[in-house]
Protein backbone atom coordinates (compact mmCIF):
# COMPACT_ATOMS: atom_id res chain seq x y z
CA UNK A 1 0.00 0.00 0.00
CA UNK A 2 1.39 2.80 -0.93
CA UNK A 3 1.89 6.07 1.29
CA UNK A 4 2.11 9.45 2.08
CA UNK A 5 2.44 10.76 5.47
CA UNK A 6 2.74 13.87 7.58
CA UNK A 7 2.74 15.09 10.95
CA UNK A 8 -0.60 15.87 12.22
CA UNK A 9 -0.01 18.55 14.03
CA UNK A 10 -0.87 21.39 15.07
CA UNK A 11 1.83 23.57 14.54
CA UNK A 12 1.79 26.64 15.68
CA UNK A 13 3.71 29.88 14.59
CA UNK A 14 3.84 33.68 15.17
CA UNK A 15 2.50 35.84 12.66
CA UNK A 16 5.45 36.85 10.15
CA UNK A 17 7.29 33.94 10.97
CA UNK A 18 8.13 30.70 8.50
CA UNK A 19 5.80 27.80 8.16
CA UNK A 20 7.57 24.52 7.53
CA UNK A 21 5.26 21.50 6.30
CA UNK A 22 6.99 18.37 5.41
CA UNK A 23 5.57 15.11 3.83
CA UNK A 24 7.45 11.92 2.89
CA UNK A 25 6.34 9.30 0.44
CA UNK A 26 6.73 5.70 -0.13
CA UNK A 27 5.53 5.25 -4.01
CA UNK A 28 9.53 6.12 -5.33
CA UNK A 29 8.23 6.20 -8.79
CA UNK A 30 6.34 9.04 -7.87
CA UNK A 31 6.94 11.83 -10.48
CA UNK A 32 3.95 15.23 -9.51
CA UNK A 33 3.44 16.18 -5.74
CA UNK A 34 0.80 18.25 -4.74
CA UNK A 35 0.14 20.93 -1.78
CA UNK A 36 -3.59 22.00 -0.55
CA UNK A 37 -5.07 23.95 1.82
CA UNK A 38 -8.08 23.01 3.85
CA UNK A 39 -9.97 25.53 5.80
CA UNK A 40 -12.57 24.28 8.82
CA UNK A 41 -15.46 22.69 7.06
CA UNK A 42 -14.45 23.54 3.77
CA UNK A 43 -13.04 21.57 0.38
CA UNK A 44 -9.39 21.21 -0.13
CA UNK A 45 -7.93 24.12 -2.56
CA UNK A 46 -4.86 23.37 -4.99
CA UNK A 47 -1.99 25.99 -3.72
CA UNK A 48 1.06 24.10 -5.52
CA UNK A 49 2.24 21.42 -7.59
CA UNK A 50 5.81 20.49 -8.32
CA UNK A 51 7.47 17.75 -10.45
CA UNK A 52 11.14 18.47 -10.58
CA UNK A 53 13.94 18.37 -8.38
CA UNK A 54 14.51 21.59 -6.25
CA UNK A 55 12.45 24.49 -5.17
CA UNK A 56 9.12 26.06 -6.93
CA UNK A 57 8.09 29.21 -5.56
CA UNK A 58 4.67 31.04 -5.79
CA UNK A 59 4.34 34.50 -4.03
CA UNK A 60 4.62 33.39 -0.59
CA UNK A 61 4.79 29.76 -0.95
CA UNK A 62 7.83 27.69 -1.84
CA UNK A 63 7.44 23.90 -2.46
CA UNK A 64 10.92 21.89 -2.03
CA UNK A 65 11.38 18.62 -3.48
CA UNK A 66 13.98 15.96 -3.13
CA UNK A 67 12.86 12.99 -4.85
CA UNK A 68 16.31 10.79 -3.51
CA UNK A 69 14.79 11.22 -0.24
CA UNK A 70 11.12 10.95 -1.29
CA UNK A 71 10.59 13.92 1.01
CA UNK A 72 8.44 17.18 -0.22
CA UNK A 73 8.02 20.46 2.17
CA UNK A 74 5.87 23.58 1.84
CA UNK A 75 7.32 26.83 3.40
CA UNK A 76 5.03 30.20 3.73
CA UNK A 77 7.01 33.07 4.14
CA UNK A 78 5.31 35.86 5.93
CA UNK A 79 2.41 33.50 7.65
CA UNK A 80 -0.39 35.36 8.01
CA UNK A 81 -3.60 34.54 10.43
CA UNK A 82 -5.59 33.87 7.21
CA UNK A 83 -2.60 30.91 6.56
CA UNK A 84 -4.32 29.16 9.67
CA UNK A 85 -5.72 25.66 8.16
CA UNK A 86 -5.19 21.97 7.44
CA UNK A 87 -2.11 21.70 4.68
CA UNK A 88 -2.68 18.23 2.83
CA UNK A 89 0.47 17.05 0.68
CA UNK A 90 -0.77 14.59 -1.85
CA UNK A 91 0.92 12.54 -4.47
CA UNK A 92 0.12 11.13 -8.01
CA UNK A 93 0.73 7.32 -8.16
CA UNK A 94 3.31 5.75 -10.37
CA UNK A 95 0.63 3.38 -12.27
CA UNK A 96 -2.28 4.97 -11.87
CA UNK A 97 -4.20 8.34 -12.38
CA UNK A 98 -5.01 9.45 -9.44
CA UNK A 99 -3.98 10.96 -6.33
CA UNK A 100 -3.06 9.60 -2.66
CA UNK A 101 -3.58 12.47 -0.02
CA UNK A 102 -1.55 12.42 3.25
CA UNK A 103 -3.34 12.68 6.57
CA UNK A 104 -3.01 16.63 6.60
CA UNK A 105 -0.64 19.47 8.75
CA UNK A 106 -3.07 21.65 11.10
CA UNK A 107 -1.17 25.22 10.79
CA UNK A 108 -2.53 27.44 13.06
CA UNK A 109 -0.93 31.09 12.74
CA UNK A 110 -0.71 33.25 16.31
CA UNK A 111 -1.16 37.09 15.55
CA UNK B 1 -17.84 30.45 -13.98
CA UNK B 2 -16.47 26.88 -14.48
CA UNK B 3 -16.61 24.59 -11.62
CA UNK B 4 -17.81 21.20 -9.66
CA UNK B 5 -21.32 21.67 -8.34
CA UNK B 6 -21.97 19.11 -5.48
CA UNK B 7 -25.72 18.70 -3.90
CA UNK B 8 -26.99 18.60 -1.34
CA UNK B 9 -24.56 20.84 1.72
CA UNK B 10 -26.05 18.31 4.33
CA UNK B 11 -27.50 15.25 4.05
CA UNK B 12 -29.35 12.58 6.59
CA UNK B 13 -29.82 9.04 6.16
CA UNK B 14 -31.89 7.06 8.13
CA UNK B 15 -30.47 3.35 8.71
CA UNK B 16 -30.87 1.05 6.11
CA UNK B 17 -31.72 3.47 3.41
CA UNK B 18 -30.11 4.75 -0.22
CA UNK B 19 -29.10 7.91 -0.62
CA UNK B 20 -27.37 10.02 -3.60
CA UNK B 21 -25.00 12.57 -3.88
CA UNK B 22 -25.23 14.42 -6.89
CA UNK B 23 -21.67 15.78 -8.59
CA UNK B 24 -21.67 17.89 -11.47
CA UNK B 25 -19.04 19.58 -13.21
CA UNK B 26 -18.87 22.48 -16.67
CA UNK B 27 -15.21 22.35 -16.37
CA UNK B 28 -15.09 20.25 -19.57
CA UNK B 29 -13.27 17.26 -17.49
CA UNK B 30 -13.05 13.93 -18.62
CA UNK B 31 -12.18 12.79 -15.21
CA UNK B 32 -14.09 12.45 -11.90
CA UNK B 33 -13.39 11.05 -8.47
CA UNK B 34 -15.21 10.47 -4.99
CA UNK B 35 -13.58 10.89 -2.12
CA UNK B 36 -14.41 10.57 1.99
CA UNK B 37 -13.17 12.55 4.47
CA UNK B 38 -13.34 11.54 8.51
CA UNK B 39 -12.35 13.64 11.34
CA UNK B 40 -8.72 14.07 11.44
CA UNK B 41 -7.97 11.46 8.61
CA UNK B 42 -7.25 12.61 4.77
CA UNK B 43 -9.14 11.60 1.60
CA UNK B 44 -9.79 7.89 0.72
CA UNK B 45 -10.72 7.39 -2.48
CA UNK B 46 -14.14 5.74 -3.21
CA UNK B 47 -14.43 5.71 -6.97
CA UNK B 48 -13.11 7.11 -10.16
CA UNK B 49 -14.03 7.43 -13.49
CA UNK B 50 -11.84 8.87 -16.68
CA UNK B 51 -14.10 8.69 -19.48
CA UNK B 52 -18.02 8.14 -19.19
CA UNK B 53 -19.24 5.23 -18.99
CA UNK B 54 -16.22 3.64 -17.16
CA UNK B 55 -15.21 3.78 -13.47
CA UNK B 56 -12.78 1.71 -11.50
CA UNK B 57 -13.04 1.04 -7.73
CA UNK B 58 -10.96 3.27 -5.22
CA UNK B 59 -9.77 1.93 -1.94
CA UNK B 60 -12.64 2.17 -0.34
CA UNK B 61 -15.36 0.97 -2.43
CA UNK B 62 -17.46 -1.45 -0.20
CA UNK B 63 -20.93 -0.06 0.38
CA UNK B 64 -20.84 2.32 -2.65
CA UNK B 65 -22.11 2.66 -6.18
CA UNK B 66 -21.57 5.29 -9.29
CA UNK B 67 -22.51 5.68 -12.49
CA UNK B 68 -20.71 7.56 -15.27
CA UNK B 69 -23.90 8.18 -17.97
CA UNK B 70 -22.79 11.98 -18.82
CA UNK B 71 -19.18 13.61 -18.74
CA UNK B 72 -20.81 16.23 -16.68
CA UNK B 73 -22.19 14.45 -14.23
CA UNK B 74 -20.73 11.72 -11.58
CA UNK B 75 -23.15 10.37 -8.78
CA UNK B 76 -22.55 8.80 -5.77
CA UNK B 77 -25.04 6.27 -4.11
CA UNK B 78 -24.31 5.76 -0.37
CA UNK B 79 -26.09 2.21 -0.06
CA UNK B 80 -27.69 0.39 2.89
CA UNK B 81 -24.36 -2.03 3.00
CA UNK B 82 -22.03 0.69 3.94
CA UNK B 83 -22.37 0.40 7.72
CA UNK B 84 -20.17 3.74 8.74
CA UNK B 85 -21.65 6.36 6.40
CA UNK B 86 -20.76 9.88 8.15
CA UNK B 87 -18.58 11.42 6.82
CA UNK B 88 -17.35 14.51 4.30
CA UNK B 89 -18.07 13.51 0.71
CA UNK B 90 -15.73 15.48 -1.86
CA UNK B 91 -15.95 15.52 -5.47
CA UNK B 92 -13.02 16.20 -7.52
CA UNK B 93 -12.20 16.46 -11.79
CA UNK B 94 -9.45 17.05 -13.35
CA UNK B 95 -8.17 16.85 -17.29
CA UNK B 96 -7.87 13.20 -18.49
CA UNK B 97 -4.01 13.61 -17.47
CA UNK B 98 -4.76 15.92 -14.76
CA UNK B 99 -3.62 14.01 -11.90
CA UNK B 100 -0.44 15.53 -13.58
CA UNK B 101 -1.77 19.34 -12.34
CA UNK B 102 -4.47 18.89 -9.69
CA UNK B 103 -7.77 18.67 -8.62
CA UNK B 104 -10.79 21.11 -8.87
CA UNK B 105 -12.64 20.43 -5.53
CA UNK B 106 -16.42 21.04 -4.96
CA UNK B 107 -17.90 22.23 -1.71
CA UNK B 108 -18.56 18.91 -0.73
CA UNK B 109 -21.42 17.21 1.28
CA UNK B 110 -21.93 16.31 4.61
CA UNK B 111 -23.81 13.07 5.36
CA UNK B 112 -24.92 11.69 8.76
CA UNK B 113 -26.57 8.75 9.61
CA UNK B 114 -29.81 9.61 11.98
Known amino acids: QKEVEQNSGPLSVPEGAIASLNCTYS??????FFWYRQYSGKSPELIMF????GDKEDGRFTAQLNKASQYVSLLIRDSQPSDSATYLC???????????FGPGTSLSVIP | DGGITQSPKYLFRKEGQNVTLSCEQN?????MYWYRQDPGQGLRLIYY???????QKGDIAEGYSVSREKKESFPLTVTSAQKNPTAFYLC?????????????FGSGTRLTVV
Open chain 1, 90 to 100: AVKETSYDKVI
Open chain 2, 27 to 31: LNHDA
Open chain 1, 50 to 53: IYSN
Open chain 1, 27 to 32: DRGSQS
Open chain 2, 49 to 55: SQIVNDF
Open chain 2, 92 to 104: ASSTRSGALYGYT
